[in-house]
T-cell receptor
């Protein structure tokens, strides 16, 4: 049981380049999330999805786009990378609702450096 | 505006001591309060969680204390061990509202020294 898998684990980009981070979960969760983690800033929500075909903005959405074409996958795109997007990116998935265990399961993270 | 405020930012505790991390929230609609533990190079993982209808929950050496009137909750780690050295995040959730995501505190880096 893989849980939440993020691809790639490490990446170095030049300013202005684009890339897509892939998150895949095998727990049939409805909800998926993208966070970024920076020193002293904690986990900040970028975008999230409450189901296949839906997405919503989080706390820091600028410069990122997402897509949820399949329930098990959640893609995070950077169209034109900037040094300010250097961070560790975490994907998470979970179930929601009263009476349901709402634990969020996190992937191992993607360390992105933009030079 | 930060919805969940966590303190301290970092904490150093002697082996065998008690580690205490505090969180405060403003939104009374929150109805679920989990703590996540993150080791270096890993993603956060659920450690323990509490609902506001109880004032305390204990799992092994980890205890959550919850004060609904003060809108505060805290994590206590008894008999702290070097293996507990990690970053801890408190969070808050509105399970009854359906579509809103977890809100995290900024984290506390705990170092347990021998």
């Amino acid at each position: 049981n893989a849980g939440v898998t993020q691809t790639p684990k490490f990446r170095v980009l030049k300013t202005g380049q684009s890339m897509t981070l892939l998150c895949a979960q095998d727990m049939n969760h409805e909800y998926m999330y993208w966070y970024r983690q920076d020193p002293g800033m904690g986990l900040r929500l970028i975008h999230y999805s409450v189901g296949e075909g839906t997405t919503a903005k989080g706390e820091v959405p600028d410069g990122y786009n997402v897509s949820r074409l399949k329930k098990q996958n959640f893609l995070l795109g950077l169209e034109s990378a900037a040094p300010s997007q250097t961070s560790v990116y975490f994907c998470a998935s979970g179930s929601r609702g009263t009476g349901v265990n709402t634990e969020a399961f996190f992937g191992q993270g993607t360390r992105l450096t933009v030079v | 505006q930060q919805q969940v405020k966590q303190s301290p930012q970092s904490l150093i505790v002697q082996k065998g001591g008690i580690s205490i991390i505090n969180c405060a929230y403003e939104n009374t609609a929150f109805d679920y309060f989990p703590w996540y533990q993150q080791f270096p190079g890993k993603g956060p993982a659920l450690l323990i969680a509490i609902r506001p209808d109880v004032s305390e929950k204990k799992e092994g050496r980890f205890t959550i204390s919850f004060n609904k009137s003060a809108k505060q909750f805290s994590l206590h780690i008894m008999d702290s061990q070097p293996g507990d050295s990690a970053t801890y995040f408190c969070a808050a959730d509105r399970r009854n509202s359906g579509n809103t995501p977890l809100v995290f505190g900024k984290g506390t880096r705990l170092s347990v020294i021998a």
